[in-house]
């Protein structure tokens, strides 16, 4: 597989979760925990359903301790921080800092060997930042109190551990993306935990709302971890780290198809600073000529 393939596959990730949001909505008042676990178990067992047809696939599942943690530390570490972040801090606010994580992968990917940051990798992550930011402030900030902090600084945390379970995962190379599915059922056993500790059960009440869930758990925290493994391991990071920023984009663009949200000219401005910013950074793998 070129590099070029596997940063495209991993570009099919950022489109899943750009659907977050609008298929999180759909799906009702379920506890967030709640909803973690029941996505992550569907993705977790739709990956071991393929495993049927590829007995070799569960050899995956033998990874070193290092290799668990850094999993299940990634998946579950920031989904929990998220959502204690959405918890206690202005929803706004608490996203603008949790999206410092795609400037934070292209920072962080001039640690690993054999990799440079350009100045149009960096002109690229800034620029994305910078339409994220208008993004935000286009949709108005609530300000925060002295007791929102500590969501505030869960949101900033979550974006280094996002970050620095994607950058691993480079160093983490030799460790099959089949083992994501291993994390992912950790994930949805710890988010059960956490849930029957701190949350009330919440069933979906409708048809509709039991798809959403599904097709959560098969896209967005399924297939799109896996993809997303792919690229980080074998794609361009600094790429894939720029483009990360058309994902708040994307998800309010489909928000105000689905009727949730309204248009705005600093949703227009945004758009043109992401999308400029991921073709400058992606230059090399647009431009050149295999």
Same mark, same amino acid.
């Given at each position: 597989?070129?590099?070029?393939?596997?940063?495209?596959? @991993?570009?099919?990730?950022?489109?899943?979760?750009?659907?977050?949001?609008?298929?999180? =909505?759909?799906?009702?008042?379920?506890?967030? #925990? %709640?909803?973690?676990?029941?996505?992550?178990?569907?993705? *977790?067992?739709?990956? #071991?359903?393929?495993?049927?047809?590829?007995? %070799?696939?569960?050899?995956?599942?033998? %990874?070193?301790?290092?290799?668990? $943690?850094?999993? =299940?530390?990634?998946?579950?570490?920031?989904?929990?921080?998220?959502?204690?972040?959405?918890?206690?801090?202005?929803?706004?606010?608490?996203?603008?800092?949790?999206?410092?994580?795609?400037?934070?992968?292209?920072?962080?990917?001039?640690?690993?060997?054999?990799?440079?940051? *350009?100045?149009?990798?960096?002109?690229?992550?800034?620029?994305?930042? !910078?339409?994220?930011?208008?993004?935000?402030?286009?949709?108005?900030?609530?300000?925060?109190?002295?007791?929102? $902090?500590? @969501?505030?600084?869960?949101? /900033?945390?979550?974006a280094f551990v996002w970050a620095a379970y994607s950058v691993m995962s480079r160093k983490l190379?030799?460790?099959?993306?089949? *083992?994501?599915?291993? /994390?992912?059922?950790?994930?949805?056993?710890?988010?059960?935990?956490?849930?029957?500790?701190?949350?009330?059960?919440?069933?979906?009440?409708?048809?509709? %709302?039991?798809? !959403?869930?599904?097709?959560?758990?098969?896209?967005?925290? @399924?297939?799109?971890? /896996? =993809?997303?493994?792919?690229?980080?391991?074998? @794609?361009?990071?600094?790429?894939?780290?720029?483009?990360?920023?058309?994902?708040?984009?994307?998800?309010?663009?489909?928000?105000?198809?689905?009727? /949730?949200?309204?248009?705005?000219?600093?949703?227009?401005?945004?758009?043109?600073?992401?999308?400029?910013?991921?073709?400058? *950074?992606?230059?090399?793998?647009?431009?050149?000529?295999?």
């Amino acid at each position: 597989m070129t590099s070029r393939t596997a940063t495209l596959i @991993g570009l099919t990730a950022i489109l899943m979760w750009s659907l977050l949001s609008v298929m999180t =909505v759909a799906t009702g008042k379920i506890p967030a #925990f %709640q909803l973690a676990a029941m996505t992550f178990a569907i993705g *977790a067992a739709v990956a #071991f359903a393929s495993f049927i047809f590829r007995p %070799q696939a569960f050899a995956a599942l033998k %990874q070193p301790p290092r290799a668990w $943690i850094v999993g =299940v530390g990634g998946l579950f570490g920031y989904h929990a921080l998220y959502f204690l972040a959405l918890r206690f801090a202005p929803p706004a606010e608490a996203g603008l800092l949790n999206y410092l994580w795609p400037l934070l992968i292209v920072l962080f990917s001039s640690l690993l060997p054999g990799e440079r940051l *350009a100045p149009h990798h960096i002109i690229g992550a800034l620029l994305g930042l !910078a339409g994220t930011v208008l993004l935000f402030a286009g949709n108005g900030g609530s300000g925060f109190a002295p007791g929102q $902090i500590p @969501g505030l600084a869960a949101a /900033f945390v979550a974006a280094f551990v996002w970050a620095a379970y994607s950058v691993m995962s480079r160093k983490l190379k030799a460790v099959p993306t089949d *083992a994501v599915a291993g /994390f992912c059922l950790v994930t949805a056993l710890l988010a059960a935990l956490v849930h029957g500790a701190v949350e009330t059960t919440v069933w979906p009440e409708t048809t509709g %709302q039991w798809l !959403a869930i599904i097709a959560l758990g098969v896209g967005p925290v @399924g297939a799109a971890f /896996f =993809v997303w493994d792919i690229g980080m391991k074998r @794609g361009d990071i600094r790429v894939l780290g720029a483009a990360s920023y058309a994902t708040p984009l994307l998800s309010t663009a489909f928000l105000i198809l689905a009727g /949730f949200a309204k248009p705005s000219a600093a949703i227009a401005i945004a758009a043109v600073l992401i999308a400029g910013g991921g073709l400058i *950074a992606a230059r090399d793998m647009v431009w050149r000529k295999s």
